[in-house]
């Protein structure tokens, strides 16, 4: 085998996170999954934020327009025009139809360019094109918590970029002030750490949240006055179910004066909207013409296919198919979150209010046994190995309270949603007569040292690192990595 000292940095460094042992609840997961009759016992998916629930309305128009794919008797006439080389602006019609995609998942209260349009490969490959063209390796991004575990891959294993969290809090619902702001930066700027610019997503994974008007025009507002960029990652604008609606950057533009709009830039995907993250569709959208023409250049590392291209062009641009879309998925989306949500209410276990995203910001602070982020890790280590189920604890998101899960709802079917919340009940002691069981209880908030003999609770848990070391999130999800995730501490 050749000499490390052979090889670049990127390749012998752990940052992309998947050199370490597997993460527990994965590996979990992944050994033992669950099947309603083949594997009724085994563990459920609950750390993957995907959205099957609408896919048959998209099969359902494929079936009906078979001319938009090259692989039927009707489409085949077109497979030697998809089939040639396609220059990185990609095909005009599928540019067009992504920024009207765009303007109908913001409820059409705005436009966007179709020449503004940049292809990547998914919203990972549009996240890393974006801090290639704004930031030098060392550079820095602001980057409200809890956040998306796996910026740490996508903003930084290549290109050498930095995050520096901005602190956010239970007492005002984790929203971003401008005083954390202020004092993030701040003590970024004392550290000699060059800030560029700051980084949201909205709707926010893993809050299940979307950032009202007002709090988006002041980080507007404060990366003007500082001179430094705001990426919107705007991947779940779709998936919105409830009050409020949902306000993207671009509404926010036309209200803030002076503003500068080549500091304002959108990463976009169909994955979570549309539910199709296999066909890997990610968007630069950007308010500067730099941006725009770096981007589209480096887009040849990350082009999105020609057919996939060709088919989606004919899908977006029927406006019947998407209004239709967009108003059943957030119908389903909006019944499985009252579903799921009110069952855990029946049990005492309260989430943050959410009306966006394929996730809960589930509240489980009451039942640590101590405030820690040690904590945090036996509870869930218990959930993962009694409950057998796979969520996602909020250390994992940077979290400054322990306590806190992501639990995702709308990768399953409903059967599959009743049997996780039937383990639940039975877990905290409120199964059958929902009375309260103190054996139960005791087995969950106490020492895993004391009560690792009683009986029916056979699990055996390593010491536990400080929440700050990590793993690959791979292990979570292979769309997920998690490369400063404390769920990826190996036993």
């Known amino acids: 085998m050749a ?6 940095k990127i390749a012998t460094n752990d940052g992309h996170g998947e050199n370490l042992a597997y993460f527990d609840g994965w590996k979990a997961y992944d050994g033992n999954p669950f099947h309603a009759t083949q594997n009724p016992d085994g563990v459920i998916q609950m750390g993957l934020a995907e959205n099957p629930l609408s896919l048959d309305v998209i099969e359902e128009w494929i079936k009906k327009n078979p001319k938009a794919s090259i692989c039927t008797p009707e489409g085949v006439a077109e497979f030697k025009n998809v089939a040639n080389f396609q220059d990185y602006h990609g095909f005009p019609h599928f540019r067009k139809a992504i920024a009207n995609f765009m303007s109908k998942a913001r409820g059409g209260r705005v436009k966007f360019d179709p020449d503004r349009v940049v292809m990547a490969g998914g919203a990972t490959g549009a ?3 974006v801090m290639f063209c704004l930031a030098d390796p060392g550079d820095a991004f602001l980057v409200p918590s809890p956040y998306y575990p796996a910026f740490y891959r996508d903003l930084g294993w290549r290109t050498g970029v930095k995050i520096v969290p901005v602190d956010c809090d239970s007492s005002n619902n984790f929203q971003v002030t401008r005083a954390a702001l202020e004092a993030a930066y701040e003590k970024a700027r004392n550290n000699n750490i060059n800030i560029k610019g700051l980084i949201i997503t909205n709707p926010s994974n893993p809050l299940g949240t979307t950032v009202d008007r007002d709090t988006l025009t002041s980080l507007v507002k404060f990366i003007n006055d500082k001179n430094i960029h705001l990426v919107c990652d705007e991947i779940y604008a779709g998936t919105v179910f409830s009050c409020p609606k949902f306000t993207c950057v671009t509404e926010v533009l036309q209200d803030v004066k002076n503003c500068n709009r080549d500091l304002i830039h959108i990463v976009y995907s169909l994955s979570k909207d549309m539910g199709v993250p296999g066909l890997r569709i990610g968007i630069v959208y950007s308010y500067n013409d730099t941006v725009v023409n770096c981007a589209r250049k480096m887009s040849s590392f990350g082009l999105v296919s020609s057919q996939t291209q060709h088919m989606l062009s004919a899908m977006l641009l029927d406006d ?15 019944r499985r979150h009252r579903f799921f949500t009110t069952g855990l209410e029946e049990v005492g276990i309260n989430c943050l209010k959410g009306n966006a995203g394929l996730f809960c910001w589930m509240d489980l602070r009451k039942l640590l046994k101590d405030q820690t982020f040690e904590a945090e890790m036996v509870l869930w280590r218990m959930i993962i ?6 969520v996602s604890p909020g250390s994992s998101f940077r979290c400054v309270e322990p306590g806190w899960f992501r639990v995702c709802f709308a990768n399953m079917d409903e059967h599959t949603v009743e049997v996780a919340l039937k383990r639940i009940r039975a877990f905290v002691g409120l199964e059958g007569d929902k009375k309260s069981n103190n054996a139960d209880h005791q087995l969950f908030v106490n020492s895993p040292r004391k009560n690792r003999r009683q009986e029916g609770l056979r699990l055996s848990f390593p010491a536990t690192r400080r929440y700050e070391e990590v793993m690959s999130p791979r292990m979570i999800s292979p769309h997920s990595p998690m490369p400063r995730s404390p769920l990826l501490r190996a036993s």
């Not at 000499?3 to 670049?8: M, T």
């Open 385 to 390: 190995n009694k409950v057998k189920l796979n």
């Open 3 to 8: 000499s490390n000292s052979l090889l670049s």
């Open 320 to 334: 019947e198919f998407v209004s239709n879309f967009l108003e059943t998925s957030s119908k389903r989306l909006a």
């Open 127 to 129: 996240n890393e094109t």
